[in-house]
């Protein structure tokens, strides 16, 4: 399998999330609306839930949504709860 997808050729087949990022990373700058779940652990349902009510923002390329990775980034931290909070 072609390291990342500027090596492969047109006819191969590949999923791309086996791909590295061109910049050497390991993560990619956006993931897709599936792998953005996964990442966070949550469901689709969830996912547009957020969308809609502006707590992650995506972006739009063609009909494609993309949730970038800093966005993902940022969204962890807004929802951590302190060991106070646990209660």
């Known amino acids: 399998m072609p390291r990342n997808i500027f090596d492969a050729r047109p006819d191969e087949r590949f ?3 086996e791909f590295v990022h061109p910049s050497g990373g390991d993560d ?4 897709s ?3 953005a779940c ?3 652990g949550i469901g689709r349902t969830k ?7 502006g707590e992650l ?3 739009k390329l063609g009909k494609r949504r993309l949730v ?3 966005a993902l980034q940022r969204l962890v931290p807004a929802h951590r ?7």
């Open 15 to 17: 999923n791309s999330s």
């Open 28 to 31: 990619p700058l956006c993931y």
């Open 33 to 35: 609306i599936a792998a």
């Open 38 to 40: 996964r990442q966070l």
């Open 47 to 53: 996912l547009y839930e957020m969308f809609s009510s």
């Open 57 to 59: 923002q995506y972006i």
């Open 68 to 70: 970038e990775r800093t």
């Open 81 to 87: 709860v302190g060991a106070s909070d646990a209660k």
